[in-house]
Structures are given as structure tokens and as C-alpha cells.
């Protein structure tokens, strides 16, 4: 098969669990012998790059400003699709979403395929009118596309709840690489167990402010046992909540903001930790999430339903979403009792290993690829009265 995918901001994967939910299926995709295209935004990707591990990239510019850098790339690789032979378009998020239609229009022949990976409309970044076109954009990769797929269970219910529409679940994955090395960790001066990881875009959604309060306020008590804190990732159009958590943070040596982590930085970053830390006040299925599992580690986590589901009581603790004082009890518990976290990381590590393995998953991805075009096929055939 031919397959394009548009709405990711590019790949390899810098931040955001939609390139990176796009670079693990592509390049599985592409091991098995498809085609396979990713388009790209020249403020993410490299220019010269061109190629990356079997997967063609297409690069298309894109307007670069907090509302229109999706939405006008997305346009433009639309476009370009039209133009081009694909048997299967596979668009990412609700709001590259939007634009589908116009393959639905133009090429009737081609599989239109849209995942739906969270409910951006609720995230706090966004404007009124910016939240708008979201849940318009929600409606339309939930009614348009040949077939919908959703990250969680819980997205399919609220198609199925709002739009009578039936959707198919396929999560995102994790593929990790643990290691004893740690040559990386020594630029913080970390060692092993020594710190507490929490990995995301700096976003205020993301609830890393709450995280910083509880900690600030465990080592104001003197309960940190000498743990820090390492915070992993950038913003994206946040500027001002980067510059708000990092004024929060001002003065705390213990707390650690390393920037992106790639490769076997990252790899160190998780292998080494103590416990992972999820504050999400909104997610879809987090992709950081199911890594710390994979990597053995213990989940403190908000008990928001998405994150919920990925986990078992005995793998992890949860808090009152937006609660710093529950977090704190949380986070003190985890702190004074390594053998139980030791004890859940290992069970996390089986349930991930099990349940969200992106072999697994790109399989099912091909196989809604195939079903939707078989179908496809004998419809137009039978209006056709011809072979198509």
C-alpha cells in the first residue's frame, strides 16, 4: 500500500506523542513493505532531511503562529495529496481532521483514515474561538473519515455517546530500551533512584505547575529524602507557562528542567528514575505514560479517566486532578516506601510489555487499512459495474 500521513508536526519526533505515535507506526509500516510518506513542517523537521528509516518525507511550509501552524500545513498537504496516488490517507488529531472532507470529495477511490488522539478543545492554551474549530474538527474526524480510530476506549464512547458512529480502538504504544549507563545523568549530577521524572510538553494542561508545588512543598517540610525533581520537555507556543513554572521553580537546585531528551539520553532518563509523575489535567492515552511502565517504573499519577484506564491499583497511585495537597501525600508516600514502588514498577513493566506493544498496534493499524479498502473496492465496484 501507499500511505501518506498528514496533521503531525514531522518526524523524528522531538516532543508530542502524535509524532511520535506517527514515527513508531510509519516506520513499522515501512519495515513491511509499503510505501510509506509522512508530511513535515519546516520549523520541526530538518530541511535536508528527506528520508528517515525507509519512511519518505514530504516537506510542505506551513504559516508558523500558535493558531494557524497546523491548520495551514495541513491545507497545504491536503493539497499535495490530492495530486498524488495514495490508497490510504491517515490524518492525526481532530484539528488536521477538519480538512478531510475534500479527500472524501476528490479521491473516493482512497481509504480516509482519521485518529483521534485527545480532546484538544479542552486544553487551556486555546482560545475561545481556536476551541471552536476543534470540536468542529472533533465532529468531522468522527463522521467523515471510512473509518475512525481512537487511543482509548474512552474516546470511543464519547463518539459513539455523540455521534452514534462506531470507532475502532487502537492505543499508542511503547517501546523502550533500558540501560545501566549513565553517562548523561552526570551533567545534573543524578544518579540512580535519586530523582522523580515526569516527561511531557510544557503546557499548562499538562499540570507540571502542580507538580512543582508539591514538591516545593515536601522540601520545605524536609520529606524529599534528597530526592529531585527532573522535568523533561519543552514548550510549544507557551512561552508564558514556561517562564510562569520556571519562576515557580526559581532558587530550587532540586528541581531540574533538562529541556527535550532524545535517544539514549532519554533512554537513561527513564531507566534511572525513581518513579514517574503524570499531573495531566487532559491527555488522549500519553505516550510518556506507557514508557515509565515499560521502563518498570511506578506511576503516581491525576486521576483523570485516560490515565486511569492504562493503569492497575497495584502498578500505581493516583490524586485528585489539580489537587497539590493529595499530590504531595501521594508523592511522600512513593518516597518513603522504595520496596512497593519497586514492587509496582515490575508490575508495570508486564502490564506494558503486554498490552501496548506498537508491533501489536501497527498490525492493527494495516489491518484497518485493508479492511477499509476491501470495502471501498466492492462498493465502487458494484456502482461501477467494473473491477476498480
Given at each position: 500500500?501507499?500511505?501518506?500521513?498528514?496533521?503531525?508536526?514531522?518526524?523524528?519526533?522531538?516532543?508530542?506523542?502524535?509524532?511520535?505515535?506517527?514515527?513508531?507506526?510509519?516506520?513499522?509500516?515501512?519495515?513491511?513493505?509499503?510505501?510509506?510518506?509522512?508530511?513535515?513542517?519546516?520549523?520541526?523537521?530538518?530541511?535536508?532531511?528527506n528520508?528517515?528509516r525507509?519512511?519518505?518525507?514530504?516537506?510542505?511550509?506551513?504559516?508558523?503562529?500558535?493558531?494557524?501552524?497546523?491548520?495551514?500545513?495541513?491545507?497545504?498537504?491536503?493539497?499535495?495529496?490530492?495530486?498524488?496516488?495514495?490508497?490510504?490517507?491517515?490524518?492525526?488529531?481532530?484539528?488536521?481532521?477538519?480538512?478531510?472532507?475534500?479527500?472524501?470529495?476528490?479521491?473516493?477511490?482512497?481509504?480516509?483514515?482519521?485518529?483521534?488522539?485527545c480532546?484538544?478543545?479542552?486544553?487551556?492554551?486555546?482560545?475561545?474561538?481556536?476551541?471552536?474549530?476543534?470540536?468542529?474538527?472533533?465532529a468531522?474526524?468522527?463522521?467523515?473519515?471510512?473509518?475512525?480510530?481512537?487511543?482509548?476506549?474512552?474516546?470511543?464512547?464519547?463518539?459513539?455517546?455523540?455521534?452514534?458512529?462506531?470507532?475502532?480502538?487502537?492505543?499508542?504504544?511503547?517501546?523502550?530500551?533500558?540501560?545501566?549507563?549513565?553517562?548523561?545523568?552526570?551533567?545534573?549530577?543524578?544518579?540512580?533512584?535519586s530523582y522523580?521524572?515526569?516527561?511531557?510538553?510544557?503546557?499548562?494542561h499538562?499540570?507540571?505547575?502542580?507538580?512543582?508545588?508539591?514538591?516545593?512543598?515536601?522540601?520545605?517540610?524536609?520529606?524529599?529524602?534528597?530526592?529531585?525533581?527532573?522535568?523533561?520537555?519543552?514548550?510549544?507556543?507557551?512561552?508564558?507557562?514556561?517562564?510562569?513554572?520556571?519562576?515557580?521553580?526559581?532558587?530550587?537546585?532540586?528541581?531540574?528542567?533538562?529541556?527535550?531528551?532524545?535517544?539514549?539520553?532519554?533512554?537513561?532518563?527513564?531507566?534511572?528514575?525513581?518513579?514517574?509523575?503524570?499531573?495531566?489535567?487532559?491527555?488522549?492515552?500519553?505516550?510518556?505514560?506507557?514508557?515509565?511502565?515499560?521502563?518498570?517504573?511506578?506511576?503516581?499519577s491525576?486521576?483523570?479517566?485516560?490515565?486511569?484506564?492504562?493503569?492497575?491499583?497495584?502498578?500505581?497511585?493516583?490524586?485528585?486532578?489539580?489537587?497539590?495537597?493529595?499530590?504531595?501525600?501521594?508523592?511522600?508516600?512513593?518516597?518513603?516506601?522504595?520496596?512497593?514502588?519497586?514492587?509496582?514498577?515490575?508490575?508495570?513493566?508486564?502490564?506494558?510489555?503486554?498490552?501496548?506493544?506498537?508491533?501489536?498496534?501497527?498490525?492493527?493499524?494495516?489491518?484497518?487499512?485493508?479492511?477499509?479498502?476491501?470495502?471501498?473496492?466492492?462498493?465502487?465496484?458494484?456502482?461501477?459495474?467494473?473491477?476498480?
Open positions: 500500500m501507499k500511505i501518506a500521513f498528514i496533521g503531525q508536526k514531522g518526524i523524528p519526533a522531538k516532543s508530542g506523542g502524535v509524532e511520535k505515535h506517527v514515527e513508531e507506526i510509519a516506520t513499522r509500516l515501512a519495515q513491511k513493505g509499503h510505501e510509506v510518506f509522512v508530511y513535515v513542517r519546516n520549523n520541526y523537521t530538518p530541511k535536508n532531511l528520508g528517515y525507509g519512511i519518505k518525507l514530504v516537506h510542505l511550509p506551513s504559516i508558523p503562529t500558535k493558531h494557524l501552524d497546523a491548520i495551514s500545513h495541513t491545507f497545504f498537504a491536503t493539497i499535495h495529496a490530492l495530486f498524488q496516488n495514495y490508497n490510504v490517507i491517515h490524518y492525526q488529531a481532530i484539528g488536521p481532521s477538519s480538512l478531510s472532507p475534500i479527500i472524501k470529495v476528490f479521491k473516493r477511490k482512497t481509504a480516509l483514515i482519521a485518529t483521534y488522539h480532546q484538544d478543545y479542552f486544553h487551556q492554551k486555546w482560545n475561545w474561538f481556536a476551541r471552536t474549530c476543534l470540536r468542529f474538527g472533533g468531522i474526524a468522527s463522521l467523515v473519515p471510512d473509518k475512525t480510530i481512537t487511543v482509548s476506549k474512552i474516546l470511543e464512547n464519547h463518539i459513539q455517546n455523540k455521534f452514534k458512529k462506531q470507532a475502532v480502538v487502537i492505543p499508542s504504544g511503547m517501546d523502550v530500551f533500558p540501560t545501566s549507563e549513565s553517562q548523561y545523568l552526570a551533567k545534573w549530577n543524578l544518579q540512580k533512584n522523580v521524572l515526569s516527561v511531557s510538553r510544557l503546557i499548562r499538562k499540570g507540571v505547575h502542580y507538580l512543582i508545588e508539591a514538591f516545593k512543598n515536601l522540601e520545605d517540610q524536609h520529606l524529599t529524602r534528597g530526592k529531585k525533581l527532573v522535568i523533561i520537555g519543552d514548550g510549544f507556543h507557551t512561552d508564558d507557562y514556561v517562564k510562569e513554572i520556571k519562576d515557580l521553580s526559581r532558587g530550587r537546585e532540586n528541581i531540574i528542567f533538562t529541556g527535550s531528551q532524545f535517544g539514549e539520553a532519554l533512554n537513561q532518563f527513564f531507566s534511572h528514575a525513581y518513579c514517574f509523575v503524570q499531573p495531566s489535567e487532559s491527555e488522549g492515552l500519553s505516550i510518556a505514560l506507557l514508557e515509565a511502565m515499560g521502563y518498570g517504573k511506578a506511576i503516581l491525576s486521576d483523570i479517566k485516560e490515565n486511569m484506564q492504562a493503569l492497575n491499583d497495584d502498578m500505581s497511585v493516583s490524586f485528585h486532578s489539580g489537587d497539590v495537597y493529595d499530590l504531595e501525600e501521594k508523592l511522600v508516600f512513593l518516597i518513603n516506601n522504595p520496596a512497593l514502588v519497586k514492587t509496582m514498577g515490575e508490575k508495570a513493566m508486564i502490564k506494558a510489555q503486554t498490552e501496548f506493544s506498537w508491533d501489536k498496534i501497527v498490525d492493527q493499524t494495516e489491518a484497518v487499512y485493508e479492511d477499509v479498502l476491501f470495502k471501498k473496492r466492492r462498493v465502487l465496484s458494484r456502482q461501477y459495474g467494473k473491477n476498480i
